[in-house]
């Protein structure tokens, strides 16, 4: 990747332009001398096609790419490739593109949230998990616990659409053994007062004026609380956590992790620590200013 005249990297989706990641990863080429650029594509439906048809000319500078909200799923029909997890996954948010034009899928969103787990030293064995949103990066973050080797002992999961909730298990259980999983009708039945991790795994809370989904009573000690959100840095449902005594997350570590780990497929090895963290603090910084 770093021998090239310049290459271009970027992430797919609409809507981008909030996207934290030209930050992460652009401060990461610098700092390896790179000549590369990350930059923003956001498309249409009706420019997929168009899209992904010029990625496979020899002449295009795009040697990888993220792909975000609404397109994980909806680009792998373009992959010559796909990597066992991803494929367990059924979504993908990084391509390779290799010299001979073959483009490759990844998800990182599932390994990247495993990444922050174990950073904040909280580990799954026999703990139990209730999940909130049956979305895309849900079925990331469910596909990841249920074939990690410490799993949890159960992993309750609601969404506000009860048949999103069915047909991720149902789907999912097609390719691994989702045992631990159960889908439950309302909030209320995830036992929250029994989880040792509550993962909010919806949009709800970005908004300021955003209702917090759970009962404040709920919340203990003895939990962590993660929210996938990460602007604002601390969601209501976290400040709710935080004064309950809970510990407490949001997820820009996740989203450092998945980029970090998108990034080391485009390099094709692991990036220096001082890399890393220059990554971790153009995000952190990047999220102050907005
Ligand atoms: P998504 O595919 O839209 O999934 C969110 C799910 O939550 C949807 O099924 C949605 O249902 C459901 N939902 C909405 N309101 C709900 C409620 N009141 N109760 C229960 N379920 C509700 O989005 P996503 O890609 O999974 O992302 C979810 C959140 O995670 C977003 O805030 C996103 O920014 C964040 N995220 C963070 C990272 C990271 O690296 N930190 C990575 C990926 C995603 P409807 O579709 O019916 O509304």
């Not at 792909?67 to 799923?73: A, G, N, Q, R, S």
């Not at 159960?154 to 991720?168: E, P, Q």
């Given at each position: 990747m770093i021998q090239r005249d310049i290459s271009t990297y970027g992430l797919v989706g609409f809507p981008v332009k909030h996207s934290l990641s030209p930050l992460m990863h652009n401060t990461a080429f610098k700092l390896l001398g790179a000549e590369a650029n990350y930059e923003l594509f956001s498309l249409e439906e009706s420019e997929l096609d168009g899209f992904f048809s010029e990625l496979k000319e020899e002449s295009s500078p795009i040697f990888g790419l993220n792909?975000?909200?609404?397109?994980?799923?909806k680009v792998?029909?373009?992959?010559?490739?796909?990597?066992?997890?991803?494929?367990?996954?059924?979504?993908?948010?990084?391509?390779?593109?290799m010299e001979d034009r073959r483009l490759i899928g990844y998800n990182t969103d599932g390994p990247g949230f495993i990444a922050h787990l174990e950073e904040l030293k909280f580990s799954f064995n026999k703990k139990r998990v209730a999940i909130m949103g049956a979305g895309g990066a849900a079925r990331a973050l469910v596909t990841a616990l249920c074939i990690a080797p410490n799993?949890?002992?159960?992993?309750?999961?609601?969404?506000?659409?009860?048949?999103?909730?069915?047909?991720?298990?149902?789907d999912l259980g097609e390719r691994i053994n989702?045992?631990?999983?159960?889908?439950?009708?309302?909030i209320d039945d995830l036992n929250i007062e029994l989880a040792d991790l509550l993962l909010n795994a919806t949009p709800i809370g970005m908004k300021e004026t955003d209702p917090v989904l759970i009962e404040e009573d709920l919340l203990h000690q003895d939990m962590l609380v993660y929210d996938l959100i990460y602007n604002p840095s601390e969601t209501t449902l976290l400040k709710i956590a935080k004064d309950r005594g809970a510990n407490t997350s949001n997820g820009l570590g996740m989203l450092f992790y998945q980029g970090v780990l998108a990034f080391q497929h485009w390099a094709e090895g692991e990036i220096p620590d001082?890399?890393?963290k220059a990554m971790r603090q153009a995000l952190e910084k990047g999220l102050a200013q907005k």
């Open positions: 792909v975000t909200i609404p397109y994980k799923e792998i029909k373009y992959l010559d490739g796909i990597s066992p997890f991803a494929e367990k996954v059924g979504a993908v948010n990084t391509i390779v593109i799993r949890p002992q159960s992993l309750k999961i609601c969404d506000i659409d009860k048949g999103k909730t069915d047909n991720l298990i149902n989702v045992g631990i999983v159960e889908a439950v009708n309302s001082k890399v890393k």
